[in-house]
Each structure stands twice: as C-alpha cells, then as structure tokens.
C-alpha cells in the first residue's frame, strides 16, 4: 500500500479549525465523513511528531485535515463512499486501504478503480 499512496496519494494540512486526536480510530474517521458536508475520507500514512511514520484516516475538505490524528505531515487517498462501502461489506473493516485483507490483493495487482479517488488534498508538499 505504501506504494500506491505515494503514486495516488495528496498532501493534506491541519490547519486552526482542525480536530486533532492522538489516535484518530479509522471506524472515527470513516463514521464522521459522512456527518458532515463537503468532506472525503482518507486513509494514507503520518509523519508523527516524533519522526515515526504510521497507517492512519482522517477526513478532510480541499487540502485541510478536519479531523484526524496529530502529526506533522498527511500523504493520503480521499475514497469515495460507494468504493468504501464495497470494501466494507467485502472485508467486515473500516479500514479500506489500510486493511491486511488477503481481498486487498486484487487492488495493489489492478490499482484503484478510477471511481475510487475523490479530488482533494494537493499535489505537492508545502515547505514546512
């Protein structure tokens, strides 16, 4: 999966409004897109405070984290609800991307369905 964020993924930035968690829960991050208008699920990988890089979700709208975990650095693929919800009721979890479902499989052989992707986030990182 690293692959394929780094080829599909988007930046994203916390900026003053954002609600940030230590741990931000995928089932959160996923229940909580839906609640609010104009935003997209991601799911991609932190750079955290303390220089570790880990699997995370957060929703977000245009390049801004909504909600999510604190970090210094978001790299993810905003999904959209119908690939997701295909994904759910294939493997029973929130995560999409993130899952170690031996169904995931056909997606790192074949790649991401072009209906999968929704725009957001932004092509470049900004200098921090």
């Known amino acids: 999966m690293e692959g394929l964020v780094l080829d599909v993924g988007r930046w994203w930035y916390a900026g003053r ?3 940030l968690v230590e741990r931000a829960p995928f089932s959160e991050a996923a229940a909580w897109s839906t609640q609010e208008r104009g935003t997209v699920y991601v799911e991609g990988y932190v750079l955290t405070h303390d220089g570790d890089v880990s699997a995370a979700a ?13 970090a210094s650095a978001y790299l993810g ?3 959209s609800a119908a690939f997701r ?5 294939q493997n029973g979890t929130a995560a999409v991307l ?5 169904k995931l499989l ?7 369905p072009t209906s999968a992707v929704l725009p957001g986030g932004r092509a470049g990182p900004r200098s921090m």
Do not use: F
Request: positive net charge; without cysteine.
């Open 106 to 112: 056909s997606v790192l052989q074949h790649g991401l």
């Open 77 to 79: 693929v905003p999904l």
């Open 17 to 19: 409004t954002s609600r």
């Open 98 to 102: 993130m899952s170690l479902h031996a």
């Open 58 to 70: 957060w929703y977000g709208r245009d390049d801004q984290v909504v909600y999510g975990q604190r």
């Open 85 to 89: 919800k295909r994904i759910k009721q």
